[in-house]
Structure formats: structure tokens, C-alpha cells
């Protein structure tokens, strides 16, 4: 496909959603599988409820996902600005121009007026839809010196067609809107900012964008934006209206049923590819059915036909268990980068930690992770010396563990310094042989001595991994307690 240009188009009024960070990937594996450009635009003409930090956050929240956009309010591009608010005298003068042609009257009504009319309307058992006939009567002398006195500006308003109109949408299909489905909508407040509808339509055409891929909460939007390109003469990009995600419960995915803020899953261990890979599939599926697909593997093969149209159910245990899956088998050095932070929070001295010695201990534990939160307490076993208690006195109370421990620290003291997995084996198996002490007596002692737990990573791995120097204290501390 040709020049394809997608967009991602937030509101920066509080954290990225899941469902909105899904829109954004849907629409950055389309670019990218057709070799075209992926945009950022910020939708900021919601003046009280956007916020600079909102905007930080989002784009924080999408580089963590690692969907880079090859235009935006940061990185420019031959389109811009990309920040809504920073636009204004292009919608000002598309308004005028529609203005001109009579698709657009003025309006000199308050905000509580035009709210009271639809309730007037909704009241009459009538759908709430405005009309020049509802406004116009607010056009009086005195009311347009309040306004110029106000410093407001008359708000205006695009005349909708009253006709029946088709969506293809490459998602949903055909979709018919009736007649009414729509009245006259506003396209700039008496404050002189843009609604919605009109600022979407003006940049997406702007803007070159040729597919419009977003959740179908918007779909009854699109019939006010079809008109509206067409009162515009703008050519009309194609439709993609993905389903929501829902809770549960089937209703749409909120606060209500837990996490859906991308940072609280940044902040909490996720790893970026596995929420990617959760959030694809919660809406598309792989041709070969796939289900473990690395960034590169969506590029390949997304495309809008595997798009589903019935809503997918957001299952936080699910995400959690592919988050596992990645930390057992992304590449150990970015496991153990990725790591270090958590090590830090948790209040452990990274400073002095040699990485390649902690690459092998987050390797031995990173079975038991389901997030990266997971590992300072898995991880805590090398870090901390155990403090021997009543069941390690137990133990060593058990016939010949006494003895095999004080065995096994000779060799140790006896060994060189850096020991093969095969000399820590025949090690171990020399104290078994020697004082003929069985191993599943022997082995869980020798655990809680040197961990403090009786479960962890296997033994050899927590003997490799302490080195001998490490062995050697914890069973002295073990014994002279
Ligand atoms: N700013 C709108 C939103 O966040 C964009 C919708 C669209 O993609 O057109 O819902």
C-alpha cells in the first residue's frame, strides 16, 4: 500500500489507557507493515483538563513501548505543529470558510443555554439536536455587545445534512446512519477553541492521514466527520473502528476493574514486549495463530483484515503470565538492566554489584518472577546473609548434617577459587559418598543454610552462584550460632 499515514491522537488529560496505548500499536504495526509513517498528535483543545505533565506522561508512556513515531509535537515534521492548541488559526480559518459557503451559522448562546435547550428537547421525549432555528434567537443586538464585551467570540456551528449516509468501515463493515442520527454540532466555542470533531477532520486531512484506525466508541463521530470533509472538500481517509476492551463483567474496561493505567504495569515490572504482545492480540490475531510474537513478527504480519469485530475481555492473569514468560526468556542482559532499578528501590547496594556476577544470579531466579518487582525478594537469598533460627538448629540436629556441613566446608576451603558447575557437583557428591548421608536429607539442610528458604532456585545454582567465599561464611555462621 502506498504512502500510509496513521496517527495516534491522545488527550493529554491523565495516564495512556490500555485501551489507548492499543489504538497507538494498532496504528504504528499498520504504518509500519505498509513502510509508512506513524504520527503523534495531541489533542490539547480540552484546555481545563489538559495538562503539560499529562502530556509528559503519555509520551513517557509510549517510548516506554517503544511505538516511535515518526512525526510529532517533539520531533516536528512537515506537517505541524502537532499539538492542537498550537493550530488554532488553521481552524479558525476553515470555520470562516464554512462560514462563507453557509454550511455554518454563528451561535450567541451560552454553554448553559445550548445545555438547557437539549434538556428542553430530551424532556419533549426528542432526541437532543440543534438546529439555527434553537440558536438563532439568542442572535440579539444586546447579546452580541455582552459577548464583544466579554472579549468571547460568537461560537460556530456546521449545519449537519439530515440524510441517511454508509460507512465502509475496514472493521465494522458496512454501517448505516439514519437520517436524524446527528444535528448541528459545534465547531468552535465561544472561546475560540476547536471541538473535536472539527479539529480531527481539518488535521487528519492536514495532515495526509490515509487511515483512521480507533476504538468504535467514536463511530457515531465519524458521520458528523464525513460531512464535515465533505463540506471541506477534503478527501475521506479510510475507517478502521476497532472494538472496545472490555472488564469481566463485559462493560468497558475502567478503573472499576483494576489497572489500565500503561504506566501502573510499567511501574509495577511488566516488561514493554510482553504488554505489546498482550495488547495485540486483544483485538487481532496472528494468520498462523501465534500467540508469543516479538514487535518485529506484529510488523510482518498485521494487517486491518485480522482486525476482530466483537470486543475482547482485558484478563489482568493472563498478562501476568506472559509477563513471566518474557522474563524467563528475554536475553539476560536486558533482564538484568531492567532489573537493577528494582534492586535499588528495594534498598539493595547496586553500586558495588558486578554485572556479570548478577546476570548469573537473576538468570537462577527469574523462573520464579512473574515481574521485574518479583526479583529483589527472589534475589534477596545472594544478597543478604541468612540469620540462622529454630529450624536451622533443627537441622542441624538431624544425624550427620552437622557433620556433612562441616565436610563439605573443608572442601570448599580446600577448592580453588572459581568452581565448574561440574566440581561443585562432584563436591557435593564427595560429602554424600563420604559420611553416606542421603540426599534428600542433605540437600534441603544445605538450601535453608545458605538461603534461609526451602524453596528457591536449584542447589547448584545457589552454590554457583554464592561462589565459594559466601559458602564457606553462611555455614560458619550456620554452625556457630
Ligand atoms: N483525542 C481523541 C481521543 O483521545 C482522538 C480520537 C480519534 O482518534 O479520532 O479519543
Redesign the pocket.
Known sequence: MENVRTRF???PTGYLHVGGARTALYNYLFARHNGGKFVLRI?DTDVIRSTAESEKALIDALQWLHLNWDEGPDVGGKFGPYRQSERLSIYHKYANELLKKGNAYECYAYPEEIEQLKEEQLNKGKPPRLTYNDVSRFSTFQRKRDFERGGLKPGVIFKMERKARVLDDLVKGRVRFGENAAGDFFLLRSSGMPT?NFA?VIDDAMMKITH?I?GDD?LSNTLRQMTLYDALGFDLPKFAHVSMILGPDKKRLSKRHGAVAIEYYRDSGYLSEAMLNYLVLLGWSHPAGKEVLSIDEMCSAFTIERLSSSPAIFDGVKLKHLNGLYIRHLDINKITELTIPYLAEAGFEVGDMEFSWLMKAVDSVREECTTLKDMPEKLSIYLRMPQPDSYTESLLNTEKVRESLIILRGKFSQAKDELTDEDLTNLVKDVLKEIKIKGKVFYPALRYVLTGKKVGPKLLSVLSVLGKERVIQRIDNALNE
Do not use: G, N
Open positions: 491522537a491522545p488527550s489533542e473535536y480531527v483512521v480507533r467514536h
